[in-house]
């Protein structure tokens, strides 16, 4: 008898032992199966928006394509009229001539110049036939020229003051042509004094510069 019950609870332990190791390997299996099911739920759901990123991508690339064709067409009928946009020749080399792409360009300057535009503005004084009494003005290169850049520039302007003497005629032709130029000027004040054959204009304006824009090509990590 005593046999027969060291044997039932040697059977009892092990059948104890075999459950728990079962229980065991059962609830790592249904564990790992957890972790592995969130993780590929996971992936799947990455994989997805990095897919649906791509379609989005690939999306604007065909209408930035068709946007750049569109842009060519029109440059080309900007720029091939037979009159410029001033009323000049595209192929002259006359104050008024250039093509439009030139005048556009040369209207607005990329970069602060402001030697440039004192020579610029020396010549113009010049075809008039004016004495120039004095150009003054600030230069700001410093302070333009390390301005972060942007993907959307505003126009800066470009202050300056002159004093001329001259001929009435030629004091009327310089306000004329400041008006007719291709870079813009905007006269702020303007004081004439003396007679008809010997004027003094003080004039105080502006002209522009527009930074170039930067175009940037950015990486998106998708999350």
Do not use: H, W
Not at 36 to 59: D, E
Not at 162 to 188: E, H, M, N
């Amino acid at each position: 008898m005593a046999n027969t019950s060291i044997t039932k609870r040697s059977l009892i332990s092990k059948a104890n032992s075999t459950m728990v190791v079962t229980t065991a390997v059962a609830a790592f299996v249904v564990v790992f199966s957890l972790i592995a099911c969130k993780t590929l739920v996971s992936q799947a759901g990455y994989q997805n928006r990095v897919i649906s990123a791509k379609k989005k991508a690939v999306t604007q690339l065909k209408d930035d394509l068709n946007a750049r064709d569109s842009l060519v067409v029109s440059y080309k009928a900007f720029n091939s009229t037979s009159t410029n946009m001033i009323g000049g020749s595209p192929t002259g080399t006359g104050a008024q001539d250039g093509d439009n792409a030139t005048l556009t360009l040369d209207a607005l300057p990329s970069s602060y110049d402001f030697p440039a535009l004192a020579t610029t503005l020396e010549k113009i004084l010049s075809s008039q036939n004016l004495q120039i009494q004095s150009i003054t003005g600030t230069d700001q290169a410093l302070t333009q020229n390390t301005a972060a850049p942007s993907g959307a520039p505003q126009a800066v302007a470009m202050p300056f003051q002159i004093q001329v003497t001259g001929q009435y005629d030629a004091i009327k032709g310089l306000v004329s042509l400041f008006d007719k130029s291709i870079r813009p000027f905007q006269i702020q004040t303007m004081d004439v004094s003396g007679n008809q054959s010997a004027m003094t204009l003080t004039l105080s304006a502006q002209t522009f510069y527009q930074p170039e824009k930067t175009f940037n090509v950015g990486k998106e990590v998708v999350k």
